[in-house]
């Protein structure tokens, strides 16, 4: 077989095995319906100024998801969101803490070691750790606000 004819072969067979290929791409979701949540999270009358918010599926077949939480607000598009059904939630936010040490109280190394000690978290267990939220997330819009007291 001549080096033409060899290459021609070569080419036809990458041609025909091209569409084998193609398909769904990695970003195309196949699952159950998912949609978008927004909302905002209040502690005390105040915005929560930055933290999480999880939403938890109650169902092993939904999608538990995560988002951020930005001057009292959240919203997660609906590539991103969770599947229709019943959720706990999940609200953390993290601050750092008043007694914290400076650069010049302490040693580098010992705080990173205790890294966490350096944070204080501003929300209730009730909301977070032992969350007793809970929400449908139905078809349509889905605007879910919490306005958490610390008390």
Known sequence: MSRMSCFNNMLLVCLISIP???????????GPKRVAVSGEVMLDGEP?????ITFIAE???QRSVTAGIGG????????????LGAYKVKISSPQPSTDAPTDEEAD???????EESNFTET???NYNADTELTVEIKAGANTHNFDLDSE
């Open 123 to 125: 929300i209730p267990a």
């Open 48 to 52: 929560v100024p930055s933290g999480m």
């Open 59 to 61: 169902d092993s077949s």
């Open 20 to 30: 084998l290929g193609c398909g769904e791409g990695v970003s195309d979701y196949d």
């Open 108 to 114: 580098y190394d010992a705080r990173a070691e205790d």
């Open 72 to 83: 009292g607000n959240y919203n997660i598009p609906e590539g991103s969101g969770p599947n």
